[in-house]
């Protein structure tokens, strides 16, 4: 459609080069003392940098790996969405479609019997982990994770890795989103065990894949210790365990093969996605 509208969520390649040249260049027994620093940006994120409104750019859509479902969560299973920087985007995406769908699902009364006919796609069960830098910085798209929270499509949670701050009377603990899954994960070993369950990851390629894999298997290995473990992400019996562990959760499903084992089946699936870039 012409009038449709394309969000780009793009982080500005910034890059630090110390100038040097022949008049500013100064020597101390033959070391060359370099100037002060100066910036170029990248080709793509720099042009659109210095574009403003108005101006007309030529774009190539491609389709990414992530094909997030859009159905009815008993058809499409549970979801866990984990992403750092704007590799939110697909998720608010996700989420924003989800919304809009849901919206007309309460639209589509059959006439015939005045009950809804289509499926309702919003569900709190599906778990959006993400991180970012800081909340006063890169904290992108807050009112929508906020906003889709309070209406009770999502469960959402969120860490940030340069703040220490304390926020509603209580420090920020979470730094990594590795440290939101070993909070969350009861909820996110009951997405893994799922027959159907699904789970996306996207953002930097530098290390955050594979950490977060490996937060994911400890899930299902356990062994994963808490303090202060939320009781009402518990079944009974093991909020026992918990208090006899003295507030700590440690819980032992299978070892390191098994849960190997478990993720490798969902990325034969197409149950567990991946997209990341350098």
Not at 217 to 242: H, I, S, W
Request: with cysteine; hydrophobic share 30%; charged share 30%.
């Amino acid at each position: 459609s012409r009038d449709a509208n394309v969000h780009i969520s793009l982080a500005v390649m910034k890059i630090e080069k110390q100038s040097q040249s022949q008049d500013d260049m100064k020597s101390d027994n033959n070391l060359a003392v370099l100037t002060q620093p100066q910036h170029e940006y990248g080709l793509a994120s720099g042009y659109l940098r210095n574009s403003t409104g108005g101006d007309r750019i030529r774009v190539v859509r491609r389709h990414g790996e992530l094909q997030l479902p859009v159905g009815d969560e008993a058809e499409r299973g549970p979801v866990l969405c984990v992403g750092t920087g704007t590799g939110c985007a697909p998720f608010r995406a996700w989420v924003r479609e989800r919304v809009h769908r849901g919206e007309e699902d309460l639209k589509c009364e059959d006439n015939s019997s005045g009950k809804l006919r289509c499926n309702n796609s919003l569900s709190s069960s599906d778990l959006i982990l993400l991180g970012f830098r800081r909340d006063d910085w890169d904290y992108l798209y807050r009112d929508d994770w906020e906003k889709a929270e309070n209406n009770g499509h999502i469960t959402f949670d969120r860490a940030f890795s340069r703040m220490k701050v304390t926020e509603s009377g209580g420090a920020v603990s979470s730094k990594y989103v590795q440290h939101l899954i070993a909070k969350h994960s009861k909820r996110v070993g009951d997405v893994l065990r799922s027959e159907t369950g699904r789970v996306f990851i996207s953002g930097n390629a530098m290390g955050m894949p594979e950490s977060v894999q490996r937060a994911l298997k400890d899930c299902l290995v356990g062994g994963v210790k808490q303090e202060g473990v939320v009781e009402d992400n518990l079944r009974e019996e093991e909020k026992e365990k918990v208090s006899l562990l003295g507030g700590k959760k440690e819980i032992n499903e299978m070892d390191e093969a098994s849960a190997e084992r478990v993720l490798e089946k969902m990325r034969s699936e197409n149950r567990l996605c991946v997209e990341v870039w350098h």
